[in-house]
């Protein structure tokens, strides 16, 4: 395994890295999370990344439960607030109110003392930003989370966050966790800049495009059984990939695969781990086989002409 810094921060974490949503706690039963969690971490994956919101606290149940058998020392542990938790007025957002509540409530889930990255799971417009990194600054000062995240902030909010944490002299956002891969590329244009400016690292999510990178779609073919499309509940995050404009680039790009030898999903990762202000490409993976098949993603060098034809097909309407 490959280790990038996160941001301008100290910590190191896998290139690769394991989520657990829509499957940990809900689709994927409970043995089957854990060995594909120890999988991975034998093969050196040192990040792992759950949220109160997967499963409404069962994702972090089963992410505690693998993970408890080793040495703290020895992974990176991510969760997340923003989500409703609950029916009331306040059991959702970035209040101090609900990040107090819900990390302390996700600590006793996970069955530990402290998270590494607690993650803003999105912005919140109903409440100051500066009340936000306030309540995450004094949970850090208090040793219970390490390093402060957003995810799928926009570059003018990160920029905002900046800018207030600097003034008020709290610690700044490390990480966004933003989508990324080579159907969805919005945070080239400025949210990676952003990034690179102020020291942000980026974990993407979704590097394998909900699957459609793995080249199990086809143009006019069935829909496989058991996949995310197959799911009515999982099926509206994927409809979006399966046009025929993008099951056509996808077509080429299996090609291009097949030229290196490799499957789809690891010139997916590789593609998305050229970006040097990305520190780990989130995967989620409901059995050990397909760790061990993204993780080889590290490996994989493409060249300049490569990536010339990559962005070529890319490029095409």
């Keep these: ?15 690769i890295s394991l989520g657990s949503w829509l499957t940990y706690g809900d689709s ?11 999988f991975a971490y034998e093969a050196g994956v040192n990040f792992f990344d759950t949220a109160n ?18 040495p703290r020392e020895s992974y990176v542990l991510a969760t997340k607030v923003f989500g409703p938790m609950g029916e009331g007025p306040n059991d959702k957002g970035l209040s101090r109110k609900h990040i107090f509540e819900q990390l302390h409530a996700s600590l006793k889930r996970l069955g530990l003392d402290y998270v590494d990255i607690f993650y803003c799971h999105r ?12 309540a995450i600054d004094d949970l850090i000062r208090q040793g219970k989370i390490l390093y ?12 905002e966050a900046v800018r207030i944490a600097d003034r008020k002299l709290l610690d700044r956002i490390v990480v966004n966790q933003p989508v990324y891969n080579m159907l969805n590329r919005y945070i080239e244009k400025e949210v ?9 690292g980026q974990v993407v999510f979704s590097p394998l495009a909900q699957g459609v990178l793995t080249g199990k779609y086809r143009k006019g073919g069935k829909i496989p059984e058991g996949s995310r499309a197959s799911n009515p509940e999982q099926k509206k995050f994927i409809d979006r990939f399966l046009t025929d404009e993008k099951l056509d680039k996808v077509e080429k790009l299996s090609g291009i695969a097949a030229d290196y030898n490799i499957k789809l999903s690891q010139l997916a990762l590789a593609w998305v781990l ?17 760790v061990e098949e993204n993780i080889r993603a ?20």
Excluded at 123 to 134: A, F, I, M, N, S
Aim: zero cysteines.
């Design 1 to 15: 395994m490959n280790y990038r810094r996160l941001g301008k921060s100290g910590l190191k974490v896998s290139e």
């Design 28 to 38: 994927v039963e409970r043995d089957g999370a854990v060995k594909t969690i120890d």
């Design 53 to 70: 919101v997967y499963n409404r606290g069962e994702a972090e149940k089963v992410v505690g439960e693998a993970l408890r058998k080793y």
């Design 123 to 134: 912005y919140d417009p109903e409440t100051p930003v500066e009340e936000t990194l306030k």
């Design 148 to 159: 402060a995240g957003v995810s799928e902030w926009s570059a003018a909010q990160l920029e």
């Design 192 to 200: 990676i800049p952003v990034g690179e400016k102020h020291g942000i």
């Design 274 to 290: 050229r970006q040097e202000n990305i520190a780990s490409a989130l995967i989620g993976a409901s059995r050990p086989e397909q």
């Design 298 to 317: 590290i490996d994989v060098n493409l060249t300049n002409e490569t990536l010339e034809d990559i962005s070529d097909i890319l490029s095409e309407e």
